[in-house]
């Protein structure tokens, strides 16, 4: 069952792209590969093949989302032209080359990483790989964790419906990682470790952030049932509010974790 049922029109209209200066950093470790191949773990609606897409030879993108991956690709197939794209309707967990000798030369898992079986995922790679390509995780917090005045009340007001433990979609309620990241990749094959922290600002309107809430695991409307409408009512109306006065800022920083071979 998906994680974000009926979520994908959602995704692809209000959740933030990839920042630029991520973009370029991905890009430039591909600088000087021949026909470089870019492997997306999680892809989503396509966000980042769509920002990188210009670097790469080949691109393969892995969704288990049925949705997901019919927005992704109404956006990624007109953006690519010639490149080849391969669209794999599966778990990054069972990803399989898709042709003998397949070497990715870049892999990414953007905002989708915590939703894996980590370790497994990363020896995967391990045989999918060219020597010297780079494990890509990254994304930012979210409008659930973010601290201010308007996400403060806003979480508060998700919490009045749904109780006070973040919900995670299909799966009940949020657990934390056991392990960071940086641990999980340190005991992987890609051991040598770079973190890139990029500061982000954003700007909200209220009927914005009510779309992204749709496309979320922890305020998704199936979550709500029947108060759904009622809980957009009572939200648009708080963030109303806290807009009367300028825009709904959010303030985060993205992280990029670039893990290679040692």
């Known amino acids: 069952m998906p994680l974000f049922p009926g979520a994908a029109s959602a995704y692809a209209a209000f959740r933030p792209g990839l920042p630029e200066a991520a973009a370029t ?16 773990l999680g892809t989503g609606t396509g966000q980042v093949p769509a920002a990188v897409h210009q670097a790469f030879a080949r691109i393969d993108v ?8 019919d927005e992704a690709t109404a956006v990624l197939r007109p953006l690519l032209g010639d490149t080849p794209l391969g ?3 599966c778990p990054a967990e ?12 870049l892999v990414t898992a953007a905002r989708a990483f915590h939703w894996m079986s980590q370790a497994e995922v990363l020896r995967l790679l391990d045989g ?4 010297d390509a780079a494990v890509a995780v990254m994304g930012e917090g979210s409008l659930w964790t973010a601290r201010s005045p308007w996400t403060d009340a806003l979480r508060e007001l998700i919490q009045s419906y749904l109780g006070e433990e973040r919900r995670a979609g299909t799966q009940g309620t949020y657990t934390r990682p056991r ?9 992987s094959p890609f051991s040598r470790l770079e973190e890139h922290a990029l500061p982000v600002s954003r700007r909200w309107t209220p009927e914005q952030v009510i779309g992204y809430l749709a496309s979320t695991s922890f305020a998704a409307p199936s979550l709500f049932g029947e108060r759904h409408t009622a809980f957009e009512t009572e ?3 708080l963030l109303g ?5 300028g825009p709904l800022t959010e303030d985060a920083v993205f992280t990029v974790l670039l893990a290679r071979r040692p």
């Not at 890009?27 to 870019?38: E, K, S, Y």
């Not at 892995?62 to 991956?69: A, F, L, R």
């Not at 999918?128 to 020597?131: E, H, L, N, Y």
């Open 241 to 245: 509010r806290y807009a009367a006065n």
């Open 128 to 131: 999918v790989t060219a020597p």
């Open 94 to 105: 069972d990803f399989t080359a898709p042709y003998p000798g397949y070497r990715a030369n």
């Open 235 to 237: 939200a648009l109306s």
């Open 25 to 40: 950093l991905l890009t430039d470790t591909v600088q000087g590969t021949p026909r470089p191949v870019l492997l997306d």
């Open 62 to 69: 892995v969704e288990p989302d049925q949705g997901m991956i």
């Open 179 to 187: 392990r960071r990241y940086e641990e999980v990749l340190a005991d």
């Open 87 to 89: 669209v794999h309707h």
